[in-house]
């Protein structure tokens, strides 16, 4: 199972966008991935899935190039409640799925 | 709402005590798991089970055990706690398998002593 890197904090400003990689160079064929948002106190939630090239939704895009070797989260604008922690999830249709350690986010004014 | 639900926010139990975490979800899913998260090493999965009476080893299955007799109701047991046992622990359940979509409970954090 693909292990995935990703790191471990990143800081940024409001209004700003933020990219945040993981890397997963062992994905398999059936693997997708898929990234989740963890507020203090709370359990993670879904974000954002994709299998290949750019999945968008109305919070954030997935980028994931070719080799699908490694992902990239986009955040536009980022707010201030956008502080958290990020993971990235590798997994197939089965339970074999592995997240990443995760990347807190600090979104300053 | 999806709703998942854990026993206890905040437990604290004594080295060597039997230690039972319960999760209730409420959308039919099949598919529900036990994590451990831990600063620095993220969410790591300690067991899941598929289906009723059914379970599947995770990464870190060592000192504990799990059981499943109802599909909404998930136990996680700690057979004799220890302090690295001190963590916070998580339910998520989902419908499909590792590729569908998670609900997560608030989360149970454990402190033994």
């Known amino acids: 199972l693909a292990k995935t890197t990703q790191p471990i904090s990143m800081d940024s400003y409001e209004g700003q966008e933020v990219n945040i990689t993981c890397s997963h160079n062992?994905?398999?064929?059936?693997?997708?991935i898929t990234w989740y948002q963890q507020f203090p106190s709370q359990g993670p939630r879904f974000i954002i899935q994709?299998?290949?090239t750019k999945v968008t939704n109305e919070v954030a895009s997935l980028f994931i190039p070719a080799d699908r070797k490694s992902s990239t989260l986009s955040l536009p604008r980022v707010s201030l409640s956008d502080t958290a922690v990020y993971y990235c999830?590798?997994?197939?249709?089965?339970?074999?799925?592995?997240f990443g350690a995760g990347t807190r986010l600090t979104v300053k004014p | 709402d999806v709703k998942v639900t854990q026993s206890s926010r905040y437990l604290v139990k004594r080295t060597g005590e039997k230690v039972f975490l319960e999760c209730v979800q409420d959308?039919?899913?099949?598919?529900m798991f036990w994590y451990r998260q831990d600063p620095g090493l993220g969410l790591r999965l300690i067991y899941f089970?598929?289906?009723?009476?059914?379970?599947e080893k995770g990464d870190i299955p060592e000192g504990y055990s799990v059981s499943r007799e109802k599909k909404e109701r998930f136990s996680l047991i700690l057979e004799s706690a220890s302090t690295n046992q001190t963590s916070m622990y998580l339910c998520?359940?989902?419908?499909?398998?590792?590729?569908?979509?998670?609900?997560f409970g608030p989360g149970t954090r454990l402190t033994v002593t």
């Open positions: 994709g299998y290949k």
């Open positions: 998520a359940s989902s419908r499909g398998g590792g590729r569908d979509e998670q609900y």
């Open positions: 999830l590798v997994g197939d249709y089965n339970n074999d799925m592995r």
């Open positions: 062992n994905i398999a064929t059936n693997d997708y």
């Open positions: 089970s598929y289906d009723v009476k059914m379970k």
């Open positions: 959308m039919d899913h099949e598919n």
